[in-house]
């Protein structure tokens, strides 16, 4: 009885330990989801959308029924950007806490969206949303930085020059409250704003097409070269 219950007592003890685990990775993905969210949104960039960005850039119609002539690869720049914007992004994004995770997942979200609306602009829409991503990385790293250096800013060593240590502390405190809540709007929603104005003002700039919503020039003189010998 002793052996089948010290079996018994692991197996209760092993289970409990593996839901423990799986309920600690749990956790984990859903405190990063916007994270994870982003790093969807830029696979998805990096192995559909940039590949057709590339193919576009090598596109030669063919004439009449005779397919398009091939073209040697090109450097992968593009998937290349991408990989250094979604490096950029992760590190950005563990520095700070929500919102600012959730508002580089919606600039991801928002570059998908914007090249599902507008597939005939996407090589323009790659590199400007990718571009806006990178700049609110950096400055997110910078402000980061910023703040860090400014905790480390003693008022005694500041007192030689304001005076004394209180005047010191007086002028660091005002500042700090000033340039972090600056910071702060600028970093967290302003350069966010603006990629959603540069979607809003790429969407509204000319109508889409009545006859494909989604055919880019290539395929529109495709059709074109091609119509006679149907």
Known sequence: MDIINAIGQGLLDSTIWMINGLLLIAYFLIG????LLSLLCAAAIAFVFDPQAIKRT??????????????APV???????TGVTAGLWIVASLLFP???PWLGMAMWLLAIVGLLFLPAEDVQLLW???TFIIIYSLALIVFRGYLALLGRASPQAWAAVMGSSADAQRVLASNQGLLTTIGFWVACFALPAAQVTYLVQRLTTHPMS????RQRAADIVEDI???GGD
């Open 225 to 227: 070269r091609t119509r």
């Open 75 to 81: 450097l992968r720049q593009h998937q290349v950007l």
């Open 32 to 35: 990063q989801l916007p994270l």
């Open 128 to 130: 400007r949303n990718k």
């Open 210 to 213: 009545l006859l494909g919503a």
């Open 58 to 71: 090598q596109f030669m119609p063919g004439r009449s029924l005779r397919p398009s002539p091939e073209r």
């Open 98 to 100: 929500s919102p600012v």
